[in-house]
């Protein structure tokens, strides 16, 4: 039996419920105690909650299909294709990430300490653990849910357009407890601007998983270097909106790209 739109759009709640449901439990918790969850065994439940949307993304492909289910979502992550265009947009996250904060500096923000940055050019091998905490936090404990799972049934229903907005909004308000988190990136950072910034990357996330034809692998990687870049130059909330800006001479055109396109039909 052929899954209706209306099925598309059920999977998709129930998998946002679900993932919703296992971050805020956990990061409910480390709120409740007011600590810095990275200074204490709190940690675990810290990367717990970031696991969310992973979770729920096998969970509800093993209740959809069984363990074929489970395996494909899995070998999704095994799919490496890469052209000249995705490579050169995963390698400019560093770049744009530079470029905001010089814009926010020559507008007046502070000189921005860079401490990670330095601490790696008198210790380059930290840059092993750094990567792979980069690595699990974010794009693996994410990016098996938000595109791996919740992604196609969505775009099936909606298109590319409304699914990026949607998964873009979702993505967002998922990441609201981080705001109140003491010792997380999100501390600090207007709510509204970070969520114009998620909204920015759904977008380009979708393009690049549509044409890589269902490469999460290559998501990963671009969450990866985003997160990356975020780390060694962690941006203040003008360098965010100077971010935001940058992103929108990518985003625009494939908004309306995608529009004309399901005009065009």
């Given at each position: 039996m052929q899954p209706t739109p209306k099925t598309h759009l059920t999977t998709f709640w129930l998998f946002t419920l679900t993932a919703v449901a296992i971050s805020w439990?956990?990061?409910g918790v480390i709120l409740?105690?007011?600590?810095?969850?990275?200074?204490?065994?709190?940690?675990?439940?810290?990367?717990?909650?970031w696991c969310g949307p992973s979770l729920a993304g096998f969970f509800w492909a093993w209740r959809?299909?069984?363990t074929p289910g489970l395996a494909r979502l899995a070998s999704r992550a095994l799919q490496f294709r890469i052209g000249g265009y995705y490579a050169i947009i995963i390698?400019?996250?560093p770049l744009l990430f530079g470029i905001s904060a010089l814009f926010s500096t020559a507008s007046g923000s502070p000189v921005p300490s860079f401490a990670t940055l330095r601490n790696l050019m008198s210790n380059p091998l930290a840059i092993l653990p750094l990567a792979a905490a980069t690595l699990v936090v974010g794009p693996l404990s994410e990016e098996f849910g938000w595109r791996g799972f919740a992604l196609e049934p969505l775009n099936a229903r909606l298109g590319p357009v409304l699914s990026s907005l949607l998964l873009g909004a979702v993505w967002g308000v998922w990441n609201l407890p981080l705001f109140f988190m003491p010792g997380t990136s999100q501390n600090g950072l207007p709510i509204l601007l970070f969520l114009a910034n998620i909204l920015a990357l759904s977008v380009i996330f979708t393009w690049v998983y549509q044409s890589t034809r269902g490469s999460l692998a290559i998501v990963i990687l671009l969450h990866f270097m985003y997160n990356l870049a975020g780390a060694l130059l962690p941006l203040s909330p003008r360098a965010l909106f100077f971010l935001v800006v940058l992103q929108i001479p990518f985003v625009l055109p494939l908004v309306i790209g995608w529009l004309l396109e399901k005009r065009a039909r």
């Open positions: 439990i956990a990061w409740a105690t007011g600590q810095n969850p990275l200074d204490s065994a709190l940690v675990i439940l810290y990367i717990l909650g959809r299909e069984g390698l400019l996250w």
